[in-house]
Every structure is written in C-alpha cells, then in structure tokens.
C-alpha cells in the first residue's frame, strides 16, 4: 500500500499540476487571440508533400515569400542561418509580396504595410531560403491528395493572421478556379 505524500509534497505537486494547466490554456489563449486580433494577409503559396505517417494528412506550404532574393536584405553584415530575421509586406494584387528584409524589427511602417518574422532557413548567393513556421497546414484525413493536386492545378492562396505581438496563424486556405 502507498504511503501518503506529506503536505509539503502534495503542495507542491498540486502546484505543477495547476501551473500545466495553464501553460495548456495559455498556449490555447494565444492562438484565438492571434486570430481574433490579428491582421490579416493574403501569401501565395503551393502545396507539395501532403502525408505524414505519424500525423495524418497535412500540406507543406512553399510560399512566394520564402524564397527571396538577397537585394531586399536591409542590413550590412550577411544573415546566418537560423538567424531570426523580419520580412515587410505589402499588398500586391490579391497576395502581399515581401519589400524588404531586416534583422530588427522595423519601428516605423507605412499603415498598408505589416512585418511577418521568419528564420533564415538557407543563405545562397543571390537569395535567402526563410521559414516562418506557417509551413504545415494539417487537414482532415484524406484531403492532403487532392489539396495538392488542386494547388498544382491552380492559384492556392492562405490567409495568415498576424498579431500585434508577432505571432502568426494560418486561418483559411484558397485555392482558386
């Protein structure tokens, strides 16, 4: 038979337990408040690899955005890889398009221009490769397939919400006729 935990000890486990709890919650609060309070943008993507064996049906998103040419980095040292780094969109047409590059994030934007954060995933010599970790987008099971055949076949585009704080939400994918 266990002996019971001394009320020291049970104090202490009723505190990680509640403090779990609201890492979980939290975690949950930020991302409704990212879609609730976030700014929408429009990016153009295509959808390629669309299975995981441990996770279901999900469509890696390669978007216009991820690869950039190194002409729209604003700094006078290189990125390195894994260097967190600052992208400026703005509206082009029905997508944003990125202007510019920056390893702080810019104070000052005009009002129909918005900063996403991503990482230097690759340096080439004449581009940047950046992930924004918007690149997963699971869908229900059995809609991976043709998800992508569609975006191969059409303009996909996805709705990106972006919170004041930084944090960034996938709420809608599109796929053109």
């Known amino acids: 038979m266990a002996t019971p935990l001394p009320q020291n000890h049970r104090r ?19 991302g409704y408040a990212t879609t609730a309070y976030g700014r929408v943008v429009t990016l153009r993507t295509l959808p390629v690899d669309p299975r995981d064996l441990l996770y279901g049906d999900y469509v890696r998103l390669n978007y216009t955005i991820s690869q950039l040419p190194i002409a729209l980095w604003q700094e006078t040292t290189l990125p390195r890889r894994r260097q967190a780094v600052y ?14 590059v920056y390893l702080q994030e810019p104070t000052e934007l005009p009002p129909d ?4 954060r991503g990482w230097i995933e690759d340096r ?41 704080w930084g944090q960034a939400r996938i709420t809608e994918t599109q796929v053109l006729p």
Do not use: C, D, T
């Not at 202490?12 to 930020?30: E, N, T």
């Not at 992208?87 to 510019?100: F, I, Q």
């Not at 221009?113 to 996403?116: G, K, R, S, T, W």
């Not at 059995?142 to 919400?161: D, P, T, W």
């Open 12 to 30: 202490w486990v009723l505190l990680l337990v509640a403090a779990q709890m609201l890492f979980i919650l939290a975690v949950a609060a930020a």
């Open 87 to 100: 992208v400026v969109l703005r509206p082009a047409g029905e997508a944003y398009e990125a202007v510019r």
């Open 113 to 116: 221009q918005i900063v996403l």
């Open 124 to 164: 080439y010599r004449r581009s940047l490769h950046i992930r924004y970790n918007l690149e997963r987008y699971y869908v229900p099971e059995g809609k991976g397939k043709e998800l992508e055949r569609k975006g191969r076949q059409h303009i996909m585009l996805v709705r990106v919400s972006i919170a004041p």
